[in-house]
């Protein structure tokens, strides 16, 4: 069974400060998708990575995908109030998708 | 578009009772699944379908069934219900090996 670890897990950060959220996983894959979760609301897709070094950039959020490290990257450049919420990475293999358990993010002014 | 959409928001079933959840999407995309989520562990796929009359097994299928006669509906069935069946559940949708588009999610709890 494929296992995704992010962390942190909480992350509580001021505006205008960088930080990066990790996601490993434990076996081959080469598709790698975050996603953002507000409150009480559903699942948003951000961004989809198929393929080894692959980036992807919105807004203050940038993306990047190491299959050979198996390991996904996102960062966030100066961070603003609406930022705050979870941010999941997922991996899938064959048909199936494994979520990792999510990167809690507080923004504060 | 509607996108994926689910019924209900909200359900309270007694331990034992059936219900099924309903989700469709008007998108025609041929892989949909149906996640569980839970505090402190992210979504849980439970069963998934990437087509028509095709169904099978996530990560956690144990106490649910799933059938697919149509492109859009892909309805999740729960047979007895236990109280660690309360989650909320989210229905997705997407082209083959594409992003996943998610319902608004149903939040049972299982008495």
């Known amino acids: 069974e494929l296992k995704v670890e992010q962390n942190p897990l909480f992350l509580s950060m001021q505006e205008g400060k960088n930080y990066t959220i990790y996601c490993n996983y434990s076996?081959?894959?080469?598709?790698l998708y975050w996603y953002r979760q507000d409150p009480g609301k559903s699942l948003e897709s951000l961004f989809v990575?198929?393929?080894?070094?692959a980036v992807k950039q919105e807004g203050r959020l940038m993306a990047s995908l190491d299959t050979k490290a198996r390991l996904s990257t996102l960062h966030i450049t100066a961070a603003v109030h609406d930022l705050s919420a979870t941010y999941f990475c997922?991996?899938?293999?064959?048909?199936?998708?494994?979520f990792g358990t999510g990167t809690s993010l507080t923004v504060i002014p | 578009n509607a996108g994926v959409t689910q019924t209900p928001k909200f359900q309270v079933l007694k331990t034992g009772q059936s219900m099924t959840l309903q989700c469709a999407q008007d998108?025609?995309?041929?892989?949909m699944s149906w996640y569980r989520q839970d505090p402190g562990m992210g979504l849980r796929l439970i069963h998934y379908?990437?087509?028509?009359?095709?169904?099978d097994q996530g990560e956690v299928p144990n106490g649910y069934n799933v059938s697919r006669s149509t492109t859009e509906d892909f309805p999740l069935r729960l047979l007895s219900a236990a109280p660690s069946q309360t989650s909320v559940y989210f229905c997705?949708?997407?082209?083959?090996?594409?992003?996943?588009?998610f319902g608004p999610g149903t939040r049972l709890t299982v008495t």
């Open positions: 997922a991996v899938g293999t064959g048909n199936q998708f494994y």
């Open positions: 379908s990437v087509g028509a009359g095709i169904t």
């Open positions: 076996t081959t894959s080469d598709r």
């Open positions: 997705a949708s997407s082209s083959l090996g594409d992003e996943q588009y």
């Open positions: 990575l198929l393929s080894n070094g």
């Open positions: 998108m025609n995309h041929e892989y």
